[in-house]
């Protein structure tokens, strides 16, 4: 049984105030305060992507969810790079963190569905020295922030397979909620993948929002760069009126 948060919106028929087809997500720089997202590049990013993907075994678990990986030199990982630098959907972004300049990362737009203002955030790895950062959880925030709010998604969503607890606790602590499991979904990697379904809604995001930049702000951290409040605490009071699930008292680390 699951153990997230789900929502409690009864289903509606309701006409949406605006129907119109959304704008495409721009494939540009975007810059925060703790991270550059850049278009991925093979020429640019191969070997920081390398470097932070490959070798102990700390830095291949995260591939072992996803369709491709681990990559065992330099090569393989340019022309994995190579291919998923000229798809138009997903749209790849490469992870820099400011504090290292080196791109530690990958994340993706993604299933962009422009006539009903839907679109997927997914691809995600990150490499051992960039997580559990401020600078992760803001290129995350950055890659959502621009479609809900610039472009007027109505909803975002957050797909993983259901045996990643990392994945699921990570789409819980961002603000998403969960809508269900697709079992028997897909195969990956010659295994079963259980897909589990998380959704944040435009009329939720504004709060979410508010939330993450709360928690980004530099005064939000200590000297030694602690927290001082953490996102899922602040994401807590937001669960329990957004779902009549009593388990949306849960912690949220």
Same mark, same amino acid.
């Given at each position: 049984?699951?153990?997230?948060?789900?929502?409690?919106?009864?289903?509606s028929t309701a006409p949406v105030p605006d129907p119109e087809p959304r704008e495409r997500p721009?494939?540009?720089?975007?810059?925060?305060?703790?991270? $550059?997202?850049? +278009?991925?590049?093979?020429?640019?990013?191969? %070997?920081?992507? =390398?470097? %932070?993907?490959?070798?102990?075994? &700390?830095?291949?678990?995260?591939?072992?969810?996803? +369709?491709?990986?681990? =990559?065992?030199?330099?090569? /393989?990982?340019?022309?994995?790079?190579?291919? &998923?630098?000229?798809?138009?959907?997903?749209?790849?972004? !490469?992870?820099?963190?400011?504090?290292?300049?080196?791109?530690?990362?990958?994340?993706?737009? &993604? *299933?962009?569905?422009?006539? #009903?203002?839907?679109?997927e955030i997914g691809h995600i790895w990150l490499g051992p020295g960039l997580q559990q950062t !401020?600078?992760? $959880?803001?290129?995350?925030?950055?890659?959502?922030?621009?479609?809900?709010?610039?472009?007027?998604?109505?909803?975002?969503?957050?797909?993983?397979?259901?045996?990643?607890?990392?994945?699921?606790?990570? !789409?819980?602590?961002?603000?998403?909620?969960?809508?269900?499991t697709f079992y028997q979904h897909m195969i990956v990697k010659g295994h079963n993948r259980d897909?589990?379904? =998380?959704?944040?809604?435009?009329?939720?995001?504004?709060?979410?929002?508010? #939330?993450?930049?709360?928690?980004?702000?530099?005064?939000? =951290?200590?000297?030694?760069?602690? /927290?001082? /409040?953490?996102?899922?605490?602040?994401? *807590? %009071?937001?669960?329990? %009126?957004?779902?009549?699930?009593?388990?949306?008292?849960?912690?949220?680390?």
């Open positions: 049984m699951p153990t997230e948060p789900t929502r409690s919106t009864p289903p721009s494939h540009e720089v975007i810059e925060g305060r703790y991270v $550059t997202l850049e +278009p991925l590049s093979a020429e640019r990013h191969t %070997a920081d992507l =390398f470097e %932070a993907g490959s070798g102990d075994p &700390q830095r291949t678990r995260i591939w072992d969810y996803l +369709p491709y990986g681990p =990559f065992t030199s330099e090569g /393989q990982m340019r022309a994995h790079l190579e291919r &998923q630098e000229t798809s138009t959907d997903p749209l790849f972004f !490469a992870i820099r963190p400011k504090a290292s300049g080196k791109a530690e990362g990958v994340a993706s737009l &993604q *299933r962009i569905d422009e006539k #009903n203002g839907v679109i !401020a600078a992760a $959880t803001e290129a995350l925030f950055l890659l959502i922030d621009e479609p809900m709010t610039n472009l007027a998604y109505r909803r975002m969503e957050w797909k993983c397979n259901g045996a990643n607890a990392a994945s699921r606790a990570a !789409a819980v602590r961002l603000g998403f909620l969960y809508e269900g897909t589990a379904w =998380f959704s944040i809604l435009d009329h939720e995001w504004p709060a979410l929002r508010a #939330n993450f930049q709360t928690w980004l702000a530099p005064e939000n =951290f200590d000297e030694h760069g602690r /927290q001082r /409040q953490s996102l899922g605490e602040l994401n *807590r %009071a937001l669960n329990a %009126a957004r779902t009549s699930d009593p388990r949306a008292g849960l912690r949220l680390v």
